[in-house]
């Protein structure tokens, strides 16, 4: 009647596996976790498999790790400083062909 080798009924494997599945895809994946598609040239991707295979990382975690510890280092160096704010005649002065009026030479 359609019974495999476990003795269910396929309608019933089928549920059993599809219910299996939901937990541990429920299970694994996780709620606060997003996806975010990145290129790449040849030679990053060649570089990222050859650290994964010396540092026996998978190609996710060195991403991860790289990204914990560059994004400070990046913020650092490329990271904007508050600006020091001119007064409005300063930044007149400072405009080159602009004629200013008297009272600001």
Known sequence: MGNDKSGLSPLVHSNLAESIFRH???SVKRSNSQTIPVPSST??????????AETELSQRDVIRQALKLGIPALRERLGKRPRRRLSLEQHFKR???LELPPYLD
């Not at 030679?43 to 994964?52: G, P, V, Y």
């Open 43 to 52: 030679e990053l991707t060649q570089e990222l498999k050859a650290t994964a």
């Open 24 to 26: 541990y895809h429920s």
């Open 95 to 97: 405009l080159k062909g």
